[in-house]
């Protein structure tokens, strides 16, 4: 059964990744080889990861096509959105919460590579689907 609880420690898990690849390479690449490396390192811990997740879009009743991509899905229940630029804009939260909605999953991390610490930078983003589940 999936919980708060799973689904907290899978991002906690995911952070430790993403912590991983950073303490390895540093800052300064593109946010194409962080999405490869981190996708590499949490297959290496066990997870089912997809990348470049095609998001539809429904307007009105109506399955519009759009080429709309997430960057990282793990399990199948945690959006990672990832990021390599100087400074963090709301725009990238608002970003993440539309892919949360519209795939109904519980919870979305926007991770930002470009930093001195990957936890400072770091944004959680939890759906009315977490409030949903039970918490342990």
Known sequence: MITQKYVNDLAYQIVGAA?????????????SIYERLLKHELFLRGFKVETQV??????????????LRLDLLVEDLI????????????LYEAQLLTYLKLLKKPKGLLINFNTNNITKSLVPLVT????????S
Do not use: Q, T, W
């Open 79 to 90: 959006i990672v959105e990832l990021k390599a630029v100087e400074r963090m804009i709301p």
């Open 54 to 67: 095609s998001v539809p879009v429904l307007y009105k009743g109506k399955n519009i096509e759009c080429d």
């Open 128 to 135: 009315k689907e977490f409030s949903k589940l039970k918490e």
């Open 19 to 31: 912590i991983e690849v950073h303490r390895e390479i540093g800052p300064g690449l593109l946010e």
